[in-house]
């Protein structure tokens, strides 16, 4: 079974700068596309960032320029550094990957995985 284990969520004041990390847990054959979402109290879940496995990226224009999502390939690990937040950026924070498992003697097919969430919160 897959785990997606998130870290780095906290209180922040207005123009400071946090660093998420999404580690997955797993015997992995492949993790394909990541990415980031978030939900705000009352809102609907909504993509921050994705990138593919080749490195392509693409961000949701309310964070274009602030938020950079990068990943670590030997570790099976990604990142969102999130800098210059603002009070509209309060939300869970959510991880999400299309993984393939190594069974050993066969590589199972391609799922959708997302992590339990961490809490940002940016207040002064």
């Known amino acids: 079974q897959v785990q997606l284990v998130e870290s780095g969520g906290g209180l922040v004041q207005p123009g400071g700068s946090l660093r998420l990390s999404c580690a997955a847990s797993?015997?992995?054959?492949?993790?394909?596309?990541m990415g980031w979402y978030r939900q705000a109290p009352g809102k609907q879940r909504e993509l921050v960032a994705v990138?593919?496995?080749?490195?392509?990226?693409n961000y949701a224009d309310s964070v274009k320029g602030r938020f950079t999502i990068s990943r670590d390939n030997a570790s099976n690990t990604m990142y969102l550094q999130m800098n210059s937040l603002k009070p509209e950026d309060t939300a869970v924070y959510y991880c999400?990957?299309?993984?393939?498992?190594?069974?050993?003697?066969?590589?199972?097919?391609?799922?959708?995985?997302w992590g339990q969430g961490t809490q940002v919160t940016v207040s002064s």
């Open positions: 797993a015997r992995i054959f492949r993790i394909y596309t």
């Open positions: 999400n990957a299309d993984i393939s498992i190594d069974r050993g003697s066969y590589v199972t097919s391609t799922r959708n995985y």
């Open positions: 990138i593919r496995s080749g490195g392509t990226t």
